[in-house]
């Protein structure tokens, strides 16, 4: 943790309890014996028992809004119901390992009780288009403060994450992760509809040049496109004839009339071919 500007907490003459350190779900932190302890995976309370100072942590990770630690401060105190915060005085210090600024605040703060007073480390973390920032208050009512200033402030600065649950970091990572597999299933997926278009895009500017060149060959060469259903293939014919039948062996006669069949009174098997058409 960082060096707390106050130093070490100093001899007191005010019978504090003796400081055990603890381990407890989210947070280590240090317990002054008989402090009631309360916490979650984003906040830890550590109250004395007459209610007339507390340390608190509040982290939160994940967040899309960039902080500076004095913003980080004010909405961790928003979420905490701690009302009419009023920073005194601040000052930069060395943030933790894995953040990028922090700094030191003295504040007070009003909850039901009445007026607080107290100190808060604020830390930030920025990157990956991601916010991390967490505070670690120690505060106590304002007629006591004095009393409180030089043994909590330092007891605050002990209190750190105990394990990746803290903060939710775990669960915000595996979301993160299954947020980055969904944004490069979507890439895939619009890169390859833009491809799919592009090409189908292609593909209908090259049949209109087809059928514009088709149109223009017959033009010029005088002829007409029918299918042969035997061959599977287009055959140009004379424009003198509507219709044109053929044979398997390949013999074709045309005629004008639409009712023309050259398979009645004839053992040969004769299919009409169809206009072709490019599509």
Known sequence: MSP?????????????????????????FPWPQGWQVQENTNMLCVNAPDGSAALMAVGLVGLMMPFTPDQFLFYAMQLSQLANVRILHGQPIPPAPGCSSAGAFEVTYGQPGGECQGVIFSHVALGYGQCNASIAMGAARQALWPRYREWLPPLAQQI????????????????????????????RAVNDYIQHSQQQTTNERWAADERQQFAFRENLGGVVTHYDPYQGRPIELSPQYAHYWVNRQ???????DPGFDPSRGSTEEWSRMDRYRPR
């Open 4 to 28: 707390p500007p106050w130093g070490a907490p100093p001899p007191s003459p005010y019978g504090f309890p003796p400081v055990t350190p603890q381990v407890g779900h989210y947070f280590r």
């Open 160 to 187: 750190a994450p105990a394990g990746p649950h803290t903060f939710m970091a775990s669960t915000v990572a595996a979301q993160n992760l299954q947020n980055s597999i969904a944004e490069g299933q979507h890439f």
């Open 250 to 256: 390949g013999q074709i006669v045309g005629s004008n």
